[in-house]
């Protein structure tokens, strides 16, 4: 779930901090070469047209527009996670790792 946090970033190291939910993330990387072939398993990992947020008691859809993402290889130096519920996920580390400088999106609130 998307939820608010203070997120800063220097150089290839990326912290995160969610005082409300006492969850933080500290990720330290080497960004490598531009991929110029994405698998269907990257473009799906990759690629999201729409984001959920939840307030209170209901959930937020919004739609999102935007060019595919460019991609780098990336390799992980550090990493320390507290997200207590998604621990499990995070025990052997990522198996998969990407880098993008980001796209501009079009980001609107569905009706629903």
Known sequence: PYQL???SRENEDFYL????KNR??????KVGNQ???????????TERYALFYDVD????LYEIHHL????????????????????????????KTFYSKGVQSLVWK???
Not at 24 to 29: A, D, P, R, S
Not at 35 to 45: Q, R, V
């Open 5 to 7: 946090a203070n997120i």
């Open 17 to 20: 901090t969610n005082k409300t």
């Open 68 to 95: 595919p993402w460019t991609l780098n290889l990336a390799s992980i130096k550090f990493l320390e996670v507290n997200y207590p519920e998604f621990s499990n996920l995070f025990e052997n580390g990522p198996v």
């Open 57 to 60: 008691t209901q959930i937020n």
């Open 110 to 112: 569905n009706p629903v």
């Open 24 to 29: 933080n993330l500290i990720l330290k990387y």
């Open 35 to 45: 991929m110029h072939f994405k698998s269907p398993l990257d473009n799906w990992l």
